[in-house]
């Protein structure tokens, strides 16, 4: 079987990340030929990049807006590219279908098998009537926790953290991340708890969200515990969440978060706000310690639980263990083998009886 996959190949994005952990654990499976979603959407030919999509037997899709918005119309940008593809599609959805009449005909394609990643993306095809298959899955994990004691000692002396306790947010600075609340539930937290924002901007926007969290710091006095490592490369992830105590994931939303599946694949106890896809991972591995959204006295409640008790956070790393060992990437490709495999002898049925 061929795959055409679109997907980002560019440095610095976790969806490119995501997909340069996939891709060896699905050619072992299929051939896999990728159309790059690296050009600026407002200079693409996209139904020029549709049409080259047809040249296999399933089209692979790694959907995101941004890879069709450039203040234009990203609706009709990927209803041009989506409707020169006549071969079968495997769609993850990265994102949630936009509210637009221009999804309607790609909603209703029955040769689509949609791919979520979080409750909000398949509630939402669903509450669109999206035909074909929609499989919800938790996003893969390619992290371990691999990282030396050495190497956490150097770390932990080039970022200043000394004998204190750290508290982490990783992956790129996004203003959903819940970064001011995190400050604000600082101050009820002992005054050895430092916050380490593991990671920096990857655009404008990011780098606003990192000021609005350093000014809120210095507004609340504790400026001193915020600790900003700056963009982490691969090898540098697990020595960050391997220095961190406890790992926090107060998100606003999500749509699935890659940065809390490395911090579960590095094994690191994690509370997250209660949004309904965190929920549904707590509910299936026992891995995350709940706590309302937007309550920054029960973020801070959650996180000195965690750090005083040993008995629940040996629990929490149990149980990211489970998680690891049941969502990997070979995992991941193996399902989208199979989706693409029924996708491609369904159509070669319908040829056939035709």
């Not at 204190?164 to 604000?184: D, M, N, P, Q, S």
């Not at 599946?261 to 991972?281: N, Q």
């Not at 959204?293 to 929490?316: F, N």
Request: aromatic share 6%.
């Amino acid at each position: 079987m061929r795959v055409a996959l679109f997907a980002p190949t560019a440095r610095r994005c976790g969806i490119a990340d995501y997909v340069r952990d996939l891709r060896p654990h699905l050619e072992r499976r299929c051939d896999v030929v990728v159309v790059a979603a690296d050009g600026r959407p407002d200079a693409t030919d996209f139904a020029g990049l549709g049409t080259v999509m047809n040249d296999a037997d399933v089209a692979h899709v790694q959907y995101e807006h941004a890879f069709f918005c450039e203040n234009d119309a990203p609706a009709d940008d990927v209803a041009r590219f989506l409707g020169q593809i006549t071969i079968p599609v495997v769609m993850t959805m990265h994102c949630p279908p936009l509210d637009d009449d221009a999804w309607r005909p790609i909603l209703d394609r029955p040769d689509t098998t949609w791919i979520a990643h979080a409750a909000s993306v398949s509630n939402a095809l669903r509450a669109r009537c999206a035909r074909g298959v929609v499989d919800q899955t938790p996003l893969p994990t390619s992290h371990r926790p691999t990282a030396s004691e050495e190497a956490i000692r150097s770390f932990r002396e080039a970022h200043g953290l000394g004998r204190r306790r750290v508290v982490a947010i990783f992956g790129f600075t996004k203003r959903h991340k819940g970064y001011v609340l995190a400050v604000e539930a600082l101050r009820a937290m002992p005054d050895d708890v430092v916050l380490l924002i593991a990671g920096g901007p990857q655009d404008a926007r990011d780098a606003a969200a990192l000021a609005d969290a350093r000014d809120r710091a210095a507004a609340c006095g504790v400026s001193e515990r915020v600790r900003v490592t700056g963009y982490l490369a691969g090898p540098d992830v697990p020595v960050a969440l391997g220095a961190s105590d406890v790992v926090l994931a107060p998100y606003e939303l999500a749509h699935g978060s890659a940065s809390l599946a490395a911090a579960l694949g590095c094994e690191r106890p994690v509370v997250a706000t209660a949004l309904p896809s965190f929920r549904d991972i707590e509910a299936a591995f026992g891995c995350l310690q709940l706590f309302e959204p937007r309550d920054g006295r029960a973020l801070a409640e959650a996180t000195r639980h965690l750090l005083s008790d040993a008995a629940s956070r040996r629990r929490r790393i149990a149980g990211a263990r489970r998680y690891r060992a049941a969502h990997g990437f070979d995992a991941l490709a193996e399902r989208l083998h199979r989706h693409g495999a029924r996708l491609a002898g369904r159509r070669a049925r319908a040829a056939g009886a035709a």
